[in-house]
């Protein structure tokens, strides 16, 4: 970790765990759960409005099976491709929180899975392709932060802002006790 004594920012590089830690899994959830969530709803809809139990039935059956394909690609992504682990680095400053993936295997990872998505008329990989580009670093402004969601176990500090998950800040052993009084010396204002 740096910390730049001239102007208090801290900065750090780390390898985030994406198997194992909760926040990640939780995200990742809600990626997999709300799209599905959606299909499931429209499907049961048109099994109502065509009055057929059978047809709803098999739906559900592709639907069921289409999602675990998703989960093991997800799976093997995750841990084969990424060895369980994304490169990012991270400066807090007195304007907010920075974030950054770093790794090249990310890089490689999100341009395939835009290609694919394309090429394979899949919204949901195409989407989750463009989604990762978009957030491949990011900042938050202090003042957009209402409230933090400790994960101390995963290291793991959690910005919300009034109801959705702004950014998350991953540390490790050593520099988790001073990035945490970093971040809450700048919300007390």
Known sequence: MTDD???GDLQWEINVPL????????QLGLILVIPAAIVALLLFTL???DNDPAEMRAAGLVFLLVAGIFIVLLAFTILLVFSNRMRMTFTLDEAGAHS??????ARVGRILAMLLGFLTFNPTLAGAGLLAQ????RSTSWADV???ELMEKDRTIVLRGKR??????FCNEEN??????FVRARLKG
């Not at 198997?19 to 939780?26: D, E, I, K, Q």
């Not at 950054?100 to 295997?105: M, R």
């Not at 978009?134 to 670093?137: D, I, K, T």
């Not at 959705?164 to 800040?169: C, N, P, T, Y």
């Open 5 to 7: 004594h001239r102007t």
């Open 19 to 26: 198997a194992t830690n909760r926040f990640v899994l939780r």
């Open 47 to 49: 099994g109502v409005i």
């Open 100 to 105: 950054l993936v770093i790794d090249q295997k």
């Open 134 to 137: 978009a957030n491949r670093g």
């Open 146 to 148: 209402r409230k933090i």
């Open 164 to 169: 959705l998950v702004l950014d998350a800040i």
């Open 176 to 181: 988790f006790a001073d990035v945490l009084g």
